[in-house]
């Protein structure tokens, strides 16, 4: 009966076993035969296909450094004076800054920074910055920035270990070697281009301007200047302190206002037909860098015409008088975590830093009696990276006999983010 059923089976389990692949008819090695039960012969089959490559990875190539980044600044100040004729205490927004900083691509980069405090709305920076190849130590920059003099006033103020760069004392004119500087457009910001050349521990500035960014200028006097800076202690470290000596030189044409016309101190004015350059000369100091602990002092020693003070019958016989100022600016850091304050200071209180400013000019050296000098005793309180506590007492004591000395106190909260 089990014959006859499978008989017409026959032929179609033959033409099946004939399909099937070599390997599959192959018989079974000895060896396999005499592995144990349970165990499986992994022994390779030279005659198996060979399994199929793995699919090539995808490359992907970078199209260049992108990004834009976005920062702020808020200073919060509260003053007194010991002037008589003025409010003995009062308050002010200093600065509420937003800055944005574009890296278009590995070459190129950009700066903008909008500055709202003091009741007005201003463009502080404003530049691009291009550099020939994404390594090379040469940038160049055109735009709005700051003029390479006075290594006090290129600091930027949130890392300033002053409040202010000079005598800010309500009720009287804003005093002080980098005030001086600055109101004569030797420093600042500028219109114009510059190169920025770092090939290793030195780094030059060259830059050439067309007039003041914030004093808004548009005139025929053109200003050229030119820095130097050297690290003489290369450690790599990260709180290490570098150790730079600098020098710089600046030239500003001026033509006065009303046009053409040079206007002294007292009133008097000369006429001239071209603008009259002014040249100033710097020598500059650094020690250490901000937030790291231990000692960060600069200074720096700044003589030049002073093109307020004047001689000569007008036209091309202008004769400017030299000025002269000596500035020094000094903290001493010591971190919470490390200090003798450990567990008396607030946790979120990360360092304590005594400061020290001492500031002479001099208007007019071949004048007698007319030198400011300016001494901040300060103490600065550090909340991480990003919020700083200032207290600065200054005290502006006049050469000259019958002057009375002046002073203010002088409160700043920063916030950074």
């Known amino acids: 009966m089990t014959r006859r059923l499978l008989a017409p089976l026959i032929p ?26 349970g165990q499986v012969d992994v022994t390779p089959d030279s005659t198996a296909p060979a399994p199929p490559p793995p699919p090539p990875k995808a490359q992907v190539t970078a199209a260049g450094a992108r990004g834009l980044k976005f920062e702020g600044q808020i200073q919060f100040q509260v003053s007194s ?26 070459r190129l980069s950009g700066s903008l920074m909008a500055d709202f405090g003091l009741d007005r709305a201003i463009v502080q920076d404003a530049f691009l910055a291009f550099r020939t190849t994404p390594t090379s130590p040469l940038t160049f920059q055109i ?18 270990l002053m409040i202010e760069r000079g005598a800010r004392i309500r009720g009287f004119p804003n005093t002080g070697t980098s005030e001086f500087i600055q109101a004569q457009r030797l420093s600042d910001r500028g219109r114009g281009v510059m190169a920025v050349y770092k090939p290793g521990r030195a780094t030059f500035w060259l830059g050439g301007f067309l007039g003041n960014g914030q004093a808004n200028d548009n005139n025929d006097g053109k200003e050229v200047a030119a820095r130097f800076e050297y690290s003489v202690l290369k450690l790599p470290a990260k709180n290490s302190k570098p150790l730079i000596l ?68 007008g036209d091309d016989d ?21 200090a003798f304050l450990t567990g008396i200071a ?15 000019f001099d208007p007019n050296t071949d004048a007698d009696d007319d030198s400011l000098f300016l001494w901040t005793p300060g103490l600065n309180l550090y909340f991480g990276s990003t919020a700083r506590w200032q207290l600065n007492f200054d005290v502006l004591d006049p050469a000259a006999e019958g002057r009375d000395t002046i002073s203010g106190f002088r409160t700043q909260v920063q916030l950074l983010f």
């Open 346 to 360: 607030p946790a979120f209180l990360t360092g304590i830093a005594p400061a020290f400013r001492a500031d002479r």
């Open 318 to 338: 202008v004769n400017f008088e030299t000025f002269q100022g000596i500035e020094g600016w000094s903290e001493f850091l010591f971190p919470v975590s490390a």
């Open 81 to 106: 004076s010991s002037i008589d004729s003025v409010t003995t205490w009062d308050s002010d927004l200093r600065r509420i800054r937003l800055t944005a900083l574009a890296d278009v691509t590995d």
């Open 246 to 313: 600098g020098a710089a030189v600046v030239t500003n044409g001026y033509y006065g206002f009303p046009r053409d016309t040079l206007r002294v101190v007292a009133g008097d004015s000369l006429r001239i037909d071209d603008p009259q350059y002014a040249w100033a000369y710097e020598g500059w100091l650094e020690y250490g860098k901000h937030l790291a602990p231990g000692l960060h002092v600069a200074g720096n020693f700044i003589t030049g015409d002073n093109p307020t003070i004047f001689t000569g019958a």
């Open 12 to 37: 179609t389990i033959l033409l099946c076993v004939s399909t099937l692949p070599a390997a599959a008819q192959q018989p079974v090695p000895d060896s396999a035969a005499a592995l144990p039960p």
């Open 143 to 160: 735009g709005q920035f700051k003029v390479p003099f006075n290594g006090i006033q290129m600091w930027s103020d949130k890392y300033g």
